[in-house]
């Protein structure tokens, strides 16, 4: 299994440019996660996903939007991105029957 | 609104200690709680849970102790390795979301 895969590793964007994050599992999980993290903080919850075809706002919503059209897919969009949202991406996924969640290796997002 | 926060910012420890890494935490809500471990360049590893019924539960090398009545939870790593070397992260957990504190970064000095 590969678990929790991110897509890409890096990415430098213009002011007001678009992107899609993707983000997918290969364990079967119902929930999935979006989180930011920037220096010398935890992670903050951006959006998450109790199942297929199903979003909720976290903490720090502002400015992103998500979708999860397949069960193993949670995809995260920036329409217009802003040099605030420079930070560090991780996705992560949980089963219904035990508390862990589990992480990718991270989206590292520059803007410029 | 609820938070949670660590004690202290970093901890140095010799290799062959034990270290002990401590957490504050405000939701008394919270159903359960998670240690995680991050290293550079990585995304955050589990190491450890408690739910909040218990007082104390160990793992391979580490024990983690929740104190509910002052709200106060801390992970006890046993003989310490450079391998161990990283953030910890605790974080609080209620329904099936994730508060997580600012982080302790842990290093082992050979």
């Known amino acids: 299994n590969a678990g929790v895969t991110q897509t890409p590793k890096f990415r430098v964007l213009k002011t007001g440019q678009s992107m899609t994050l993707l983000c997918a599992q290969d364990?079967?999980?119902?929930?999935m996660y979006w989180y930011r993290q920037d220096p010398g903080m935890g992670l903050r919850l951006i959006h998450y996903?109790?199942?297929?075809?199903?979003?909720a706002k976290g903490e720090v919503p502002d400015g992103y939007n998500v979708s999860r059209l397949k069960k193993q897919n949670f995809l995260l969009g920036l329409e217009s991105a802003a040099p605030s949202q420079t930070s560090v991406y991780f996705c992560?996924?949980?089963?219904?029957?035990?508390?862990?969640?589990?992480f990718g290796p991270g989206t590292r997002l520059t803007v410029l | 609104g609820e938070s949670v926060g660590l004690h202290l910012p970093t901890l140095s420890v010799q290799e062959g200690d034990n270290s002990i890494i401590n957490c504050a935490y405000s939701?008394?809500?919270?159903?359960?709680f998670i240690w995680y471990k991050q290293e550079s360049g990585k995304g955050p590893q589990f190491i450890i849970d408690i739910r909040s019924n218990m007082d104390k539960r160990q793992g391979q090398r580490v024990t983690v102790l929740l104190n509910k009545t002052v709200k106060h939870l801390s992970l006890q790593i046993a003989a310490t390795q450079p391998g161990d070397s990283a953030v910890y992260f605790c974080?609080?957990?209620?329904?099936?979301?994730?508060?997580f504190g600012k982080g302790t970064l842990l290093t082992v000095n050979p």
């Open positions: 364990m079967n999980h119902e929930y």
């Open positions: 939701n008394s809500a919270s159903d359960y």
């Open positions: 992560a996924s949980r089963g219904v029957s035990y508390n862990e969640q589990f």
């Open positions: 974080a609080e957990g209620s329904n099936y979301k994730l508060t």
């Open positions: 996903s109790v199942g297929e075809g199903t979003t």
